[in-house]
């Protein structure tokens, strides 16, 4: 078992950055995929990025293509999302996701442990 807390969340105006990051603690965090989604007021969640055991695989969400990025430090047990060039439809509550399975999996129901989610806004 895992558990997951995410930071980095916050306010950033059009075209900023900010790096979130997910902490993981327990065992073996080198034997997840993990994965990044977001959920806006009245929307679904949706996934946005995920990573490999090793960190070698990743995919994307083609909204967020060429302007975010995934990565991993497995001896930190950290994930990492950077968010490059932020629009207002960026705005979700962002959610880090650990999966036991093989696979960069890219839907919610594919993943096993969750955490509590971490805000960002980006305001126009």
């Known amino acids: 078992q895992v558990q997951l807390v995410e930071s980095g969340g916050g306010l950033v105006q059009v075209g900023g950055s900010l790096r979130l990051s997910c902490a993981a603690s327990g065992r073996s965090f080198s034997s997840y995929v993990m994965g990044w989604f977001r959920q806006a007021p009245g929307k679904e969640r949706e996934f946005v990025a995920a990573?490999?055991?090793?960190?070698?695989?990743?995919n994307f969400a083609d909204s967020v293509k060429g302007r975010f990025t995934i990565s991993r430090d497995n001896a930190k047990n950290t994930v990492y999302l950077q968010m490059n060039s932020l629009k207002p439809e960026d705005t979700a509550a962002y959610y880090c996701?650990?999966?036991?399975?093989?696979?960069?999996?890219?839907?919610?129901?594919?993943?096993?442990?969750w955490g509590q989610g971490t805000q960002v806004t980006v305001s126009s």
């Open positions: 996701a650990a999966r036991s399975s093989w696979g960069v999996a890219i839907t919610q129901y594919d993943y096993d442990y």
């Open positions: 990573i490999s055991r090793s960190g070698g695989g990743t």
